[in-house]
Structures are given as C-alpha cells and as structure tokens.
C-alpha cells in the first residue's frame, strides 16, 4: 500500500496499452512528455474518440484550473481538505488506470470497447496528471502556510 507521499514521488509503473490508431494513440506519448496539462494550448489537448469524453475532459480541465487559482486565495483548513480529497481520488485514478491497460492488453476486446477502453485510460492520464499537479502546489502552499 502507498501512502500519499509514496503517490506523488514515486509513480506507478506504467504499462503500454496495444496502440491501433496511431492518431488518437499519439496523445499517449505527449501526455507522458508533459507536466502540466493546463499549459497545453487548445491545439494540442488530447483527441477522443467520443464526443462525451472531449466535454468531460474540457469539464475536468476547468476543475483543475478553478482549484489552481483557488490556491492563491485559498484558507489553509481548505488547502488541507482538498489535498486528503485529492490524494485519495488520485489511489482510485491509477488503479482504473492499471485496470484499462490490463484490459487493453488482453486483446479480447471487441473494436468498440477497445475505443472506449483507450478513451477512458487516456481520461484517466489526463486526470493523473492535473491531479498530481494540484497535490504538489498544495503541498508547497501547506508547507509554507505551517512556518
């Protein structure tokens, strides 16, 4: 079991899904190349297959922007809160995130749930990320709150 220190220094091992449309699959590669989803210019943002995940990822995108500038103003008590939220949901990311590419691997996936299967990992990249983003700003606002 990690604790949530172990969650952000030390990542989870990845596993590479079979790629089949090198296109979207692209997006892959440049989610792992970058830090910060947030500096990506609208151009670059990760294609998906469903229009409903391109509008839960803008949704997820705003989210995380709120809560970075959040942070500038935000009370110490309510830095706290959300980094136990966050550190938390960020166990639940990468465990759907091991269970999409263990499904991608098997091969057994009909051509529709495998787009849907690689929609959702590259979701959950998306959101490991910015997750992982946000805790490290909270941490560094949560140490130099406590001095």
């Known amino acids: 079991m990690y604790n949530n220190i172990d969650l952000i220094s030390k990542p989870m091992p990845d596993?590479?899904?079979?790629?089949q449309n090198p296109e979207i699959d692209d997006d892959f590669?440049?989610?792992?190349s970058i830090d910060n989803i947030l500096d990506l210019d609208e151009e670059r943002y990760p294609r998906f297959?469903?229009?409903?995940?391109?509008?839960?990822?803008?949704r997820m995108l705003s989210w995380y922007k709120n809560k970075e500038e959040w942070l500038d103003v935000a009370p110490l008590s309510?830095?706290?809160?959300?980094?136990?939220?966050?550190t938390k949901e960020l166990e639940g990311i990468r465990s759907s995130k091991?269970?999409?590419?263990?499904e991608l691997e098997t091969g057994t996936l009909t051509p529709s749930q495998r787009s849907y299967r690689r929609d959702e990992l590259k979701m959950c990249k998306v959101q490991e990320k910015m997750a992982v983003h946000l805790i490290s700003k909270m941490q560094v606002k949560i140490k130099s709150g406590r001095r």
Do not use: C, I, W
Not at 15 to 19: S, Y
Not at 49 to 58: E, G, M, S
């Open 49 to 58: 297959t469903l229009a409903k995940n391109k509008a839960r990822f803008l």
């Open 29 to 32: 590669a440049m989610l792992d």
């Open 15 to 19: 596993v590479k899904p079979v790629l």
């Open 98 to 102: 091991l269970d999409y590419e263990m």
């Open 78 to 86: 309510g830095v706290n809160k959300l980094f136990k939220q966050q």
